[in-house]
């Protein structure tokens, strides 16, 4: 998994904002696509043509912004179909948007699912299972291969403690500290609290608004006092190995 956003709707010069991109036996999954996602990409060893999967958790436009850019320079490198999964809505979403760029419509083909909570798929390689987050839109997780969660934005969901057993990595927001916690966001001490059963080896915190971005180690702590484990503060093109 290369890390190639971290921020929230705020970015800053180190963080664009979430892109998480996932590559096995040379299949590329990229999960969220905010600003600054596309160059991020150009930033790494991968081949982004060879990128044709698109996962979106939600449609706020800082997971998504990025995508019609990426569709458009894969049609002019000679790559013009892609598949995009997304929780409900994101057909009449997509479709919507496609309208308002006749040029992309008519020359990229755009696959398109949607998926429901607790649905389980194969997508790109992976055995991928979804779970519904707490959002101001319908938004999901996706577990990768028993291996690794990306979240998106959410509170801290409960259902997380038994959906991540026997993970190696959970990828969560934290997007705010605790002196300004932000409803269906997640503020440390909360998700410590949530997670301090969560048989999960490593909790990678990402989506930092600049206030938590300024603390990163204050996040770190505070989040251990519930969750004793593994926790670290991702960074834009950041990889880890599953
Ligand atoms: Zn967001
Ligand atoms: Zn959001």
Known sequence: MTILGTA???????????GYLLEKDGRLVLVDCGSGVFGRLAQVSLD???????????????????????????WLMGAPAVTLYGPSGTREFITKLLE???????????????????????????????????????????????????CGDSEPEPALVEFVRGCKVLVHECSFPDDARVPLHTSPTHLGEVLAHAEVEW?????????????????IKAVQKGFPKRVTVATDLQTIEL
């Not at 800053?12 to 979430?18: E, K, N, T």
């Not at 839109?137 to 690794?148: M, R, S």
């Not at 909790?203 to 996040?219: D, F, R, S």
């Open 100 to 150: 308002l760029f006749p040029y992309i419509r008519d020359h990229v083909g755009v696959s398109v699912h949607e998926l429901r909570a607790g649905q389980t798929l194969s997508l790109a390689g992976f055995a991928v299972s979804t779970l519904a987050m707490n959002h101001y839109v319908p938004t999901l997780a996706y577990k990768f291969d028993d291996t690794v969660v990306i």
């Open 8 to 18: 929230g709707v705020i970015p800053d010069p180190q963080r664009a904002q979430s």
């Open 203 to 219: 909790l990678v915190l990402t989506h930092l608004y600049p206030q938590a971005a300024a603390q990163t180690e204050e996040l």
């Open 48 to 74: 982004w043509r060879q990128l044709d999967t698109f996962v979106l958790t939600h449609l706020h436009l800082d997971h998504m912004s990025d995508l019609l850019s990426i569709w458009a320079a894969r």
